[in-house]
């Protein structure tokens, strides 16, 4: 079966390095509709973070599964919560009229 690809592009009216810092910090809250968030680790060691949502009972669990600081990308596997389970999602941070980024490989 084809994997489903979304592509999804935004702007944010904040220098890359300025937004960098703050999606860079996978245990931290880079969401303002996130009530709390911790850092966790997995049986390997693997980075997770276990955050809910403003008004929801529901904790969401999310693992990095990979990380360039020199390329301000990341990306992460949805593990609960989420009814898309298993779906890796990637963030990559770029200056406006930047040359389009690079596909992450994962």
């Not at 009216?13 to 999606?23: F, K, S």
């Not at 390997?44 to 009972?57: D, N, P, S, T």
Request: aromatic share 8%.
């Amino acid at each position: 079966m084809a994997q489903e690809r979304v592509v999804v592009v935004g702007h944010v009216p904040r220098a890359p390095d300025q937004v960098w810092a703050v999606l860079r910090d996978f245990g931290g809250a880079w969401h303002p509709a996130m009530a709390w968030v911790r850092a966790e680790r997995g049986d390997k060691g693997a980075l997770i973070r276990a955050f809910g949502v403003a008004g929801e009972a529901t904790v969401y669990r999310e693992q990095r599964v990979w990380f360039s600081d020199s390329g301000r990308a990341l990306a992460y596997r949805h593990l609960q919560g989420i009814l898309a389970h298993g779906h890796v999602l990637q963030d990559q941070i770029a200056a406006v009229g930047a040359a389009h980024p690079q596909r992450i490989p994962i």
